[in-house]
Structure formats: structure tokens, C-alpha cells
């Protein structure tokens, strides 16, 4: 090898180890700046449980960069096409569904149990009016003949379908057939359970963190965190919980983007399970495991 080579490849391995040494600085600034704690979201929710010992507030999801959030819509996008090309009946036998009506009420009760709300219309076009950034009713797809009036619907019906912004216009059990083929590689297929009624929620609201007490989870809706230099006028509304008791285990694991994505499957004593993936800081990941502990399950190593 001659000097010239050698002298290449001494800046070569200059380069490599100084990229490497930029790379792990900045992995430790991003690491740094996305530490916090959760003190603002406990002083929120705590008034909410009267009685309960609360162990852990979410902190409201982080932003994630704009290739994640691409990557996320043409998943989206594809699934909702994939559903819309598929005819309700279609979609019915794949979901083992023989009676949709019956189907409609089994999906009900689930909610109504774990949401904790007496679903009259009232309340619940209350809660839908003060929800915010919700996604628009789903569309009717255009092989289907758009109705000119609305299909009649019972008082609890109604409220049912007025808190999950469905369509007034196409059967609910045609709706609800297709979030659960949409989400069915994502939780337990059954929307008639446990995770199908946490899975509704999710999927009508966005910026949904979770809490734990000794005795619950819940599922808060909450808005941002104000900056600093602002006050803090959020009003968390609890959307749904489930007792402690009733959660057979939460497996947790790393993400691909680790500083910022902590995947956790929960399931749940009625055998449903849901796979769900909040962008969040690392410290409020490590909270949230440890207010579960006594939870079986896989932890992620540090």
C-alpha cells in the first residue's frame, strides 16, 4: 500500500468515526429535548378520578416528522380504498358476521361498558360537538346508491352513531364492517369486544393518551401542551376505561424510531387484543411502564 493509499483511507476512517461521533451527539441532543415530565397532564386528570390512586398521565403524542406521517397516509389510503371496493355483504362473511342487526346491538354493549356513558343523545352529541379534530363522517362509496333519507334509527341508535360521527345514511353495521376490516391486522378483529370498543374510540378521535390508576385504565382526550409562556386551559374528557382487573397483559416493545415510538399490545380477559402505537417521549414510556408493573407481560429492555 502506498502512502497516497493509506493517507485515503486514514481520511476515510477519519470520516466514518466523525460521522458517527455527529450522529450519536445528535441522538443525544434529540434525546435530551424530548425529555419532560408529566407533572402539567396529572394535575389535569387527577380531579377527574376521585378516589383512585393515579400512577400515570399521558403526555400528548409528539409530532412525528412529515415521512412518517406520508408513510402512515398511503397506508390509510390504501385500506380505506381496499374496504370501499368491497361490498358490505362481502365484508360481513369475511368477519364471520351472520347477523348484522344482532351484530349492531353486540357492538353496543361493549361501549356502553367501557366507555362508561349512558349513550343518550344528548350527551352524546354533546361530547361529539366538543371533540374538535375529528375526521369527517365516512363518505359513500360510489358504488353504493346515496339515499335521499336517513335510515331510521332507534334513540340509543342514534346517540351511538352520533358519538362515533357515522354515516346517517348507510346502515351502521355496514360502517362498523368495515373499521373492523380496515383494523383487523391491528387488534382482535371482533368489534364486539373489549379491544373493539377501545379500537372505536381510537379511531374516531385522534390525540388520545392514556392514564393509569390502581383500579383503571382510561383513555383521556386531551389537547397539546400549551408553551411555556402560555397558560394551560386544556380540559382532558375521559372517552373510555376498563378495570385493571379485566387486563390480562400488556406486551411493550421498542419501535423502529426508538427515541419516539413504544408499540403496546393489551389484552384483554375476554380474549380480544389491540396492538397501539403512540409517538411519545421515551421518560413518559418508561412512566407508563412502570404504573403497569404489577401487569403481566413482555417489557422492552433499556
Do not use: C
Request: aromatic residues 6%.
Amino acid at each position: 500500500m502506498t502512502s497516497g493509499e493509506r493517507s485515503r483511507l486514514g481520511r476515510f476512517a477519519d470520516a466514518v468515526v466523525g460521522g458517527a461521533r455527529a450522529a450519536r451527539d445528535k441522538a443525544r441532543e434529540l434525546r435530551e429535548e424530548l425529555r419532560g415530565n408529566d407533572e402539567p397532564e396529572r394535575a389535569l386528570v387527577a380531579p377527574l378520578l376521585p378516589g383512585q390512586e393515579l400512577r400515570y398521565a399521558g403526555v400528548i403524542p409528539i409530532r412525528t416528522p412529515e415521512t412518517h406521517r406520508a408513510g402512515s397516509q398511503l397506508a390509510d389510503q390504501v385500506a380505506g380504498e381496499l374496504a370501499d371496493s368491497l361490498d358490505p355483504r362481502l365484508l360481513f362473511g369475511l368477519l364471520n358476521i351472520v347477523n348484522p342487526v344482532a351484530w349492531v346491538e353486540a357492538v353496543m354493549t361493549p361501549v356502553r361498558m367501557a366507555a362508561g356513558v349512558l349513550l343518550l343523545p344528548g350527551k352524546a352529541a354533546a361530547v361529539a360537538a366538543g371533540a374538535g379534530d375529528e375526521p369527517a363522517p365516512l363518505s359513500v362509496p360510489p358504488h353504493l346508491p346515496a339515499q335521499r333519507e336517513p335510515i331510521p334509527l332507534t334513540e340509543e341508535q342514534e346517540a351511538f352513531r352520533a358519538l362515533f360521527r357515522l354515516s346517517l345514511y348507510r346502515p351502521l353495521a355496514d360502517q362498523l364492517a368495515e373499521i373492523a376490516y380496515r383494523r383487523r391486522y391491528v387488534f382482535s378483529g371482533d368489534l364486539a369486544s373489549l379491544a373493539g370498543s377501545l379500537l372505536l374510540f381510537l379511531e374516531r378521535y385522534t390525540g388520545t393518551p392514556l392514564a393509569v390508576t390502581d383500579t383503571h385504565l382510561y383513555l383521556l382526550r386531551m389537547g397539546l401542551r400549551p408553551p411555556p409562556d402560555k397558560p394551560d386551559r386544556r380540559q382532558p374528557r375521559i372517552l373510555w376505561s376498563v378495570e385493571r382487573s379485566r387486563v390480562a397483559r400488556i406486551d411493550s416493545e421498542h419501535g423502529n424510531a426508538r427515541l419516539v415510538q413504544f408499540p403496546s399490545t393489551i389484552v384483554f380477559d375476554d380474549g380480544s387484543w389491540i396492538r397501539v402505537v403512540h409517538p411519545t417521549i421515551r421518560d413518559d414510556h418508561y412512566r407508563f411502564l412502570a404504573a403497569i408493573r404489577e401487569i403481566p407481560g413482555r417489557r422492552p429492555t433499556v
